[in-house]
């Protein structure tokens, strides 16, 4: 679930709150598309490379992103909600995938410590990426398809050819220099 929280500083600390759920995607109501037709130029054709910088552009409204990743999570109650700050995407052969750059604000958090609609930052949060892909693209200075999620398949997973996935790694390291100095266990 998606949901643009109103920002208020109050005594020095950020407050969130809940303003109203929003649709990520979809070329009619969609924050991503929304916003990336304000990037496109005229001739803009695939394979188009794009950053939105979703935390700073919703800022100037004093407003946040919050995805909660496990709405309906009543077995294990617990809460894990995330910033979403910034999207990339590579537009090319009627697809786009996307890499989301997320701040995780309460991750796996019992549901008793902490009200969704109501909460302060946190001090501290965890960088998270996850990607999804969409079925649409760009040409023509417009965008073309329904910029959805695509329908169930036997392969739902993101598919990154080298372009694509070189442009991510790209995105990250200038990002998050530090992201792939973590060492593997």
């Not at 946040?64 to 090319?92: M, R, W």
């Amino acid at each position: 679930m998606y949901s643009l929280y109103g920002q208020i500083e109050l005594h020095g600390k950020l407050k969130l709150q809940v303003k109203k759920s929003i649709a990520l995607v979809g070329c009619n109501s969609g924050l991503i598309p929304e916003l990336l037709r304000t990037e496109l130029g005229d001739k803009q054709n695939e394979p188009f490379q794009w950053h939105l910088s979703i935390a700073q552009i919703l800022s100037k409204n004093k407003e946040s992103l919050i995805i909660d990743i496990k709405p309906k999570n009543k077995k294990e109650n617990f809460v894990f909600l995330c910033e979403l700050t910034d999207a990339f995407g590579f537009s090319s052969a009627g697809w786009t995938p996307v890499l989301l750059r997320l701040n995780g604000l309460f991750v796996d958090i019992p549901a008793g410590q902490i009200d969704k609609k109501e909460f302060e930052y946190p001090s501290s949060t965890q960088l998270i990426y996850t990607m999804l892909h969409l079925s649409g693209s760009v040409r023509d200075g417009h965008l073309a398809g329904l910029w959805n999620f695509p329908g169930p398949s036997p392969t739902n997973s993101v598919l990154l050819w080298p372009k694509p996935f070189s442009y991510f790694i790209k995105c990250i390291k200038e990002k998050d220099p530090g992201f792939f100095d973590t060492s593997v266990i």
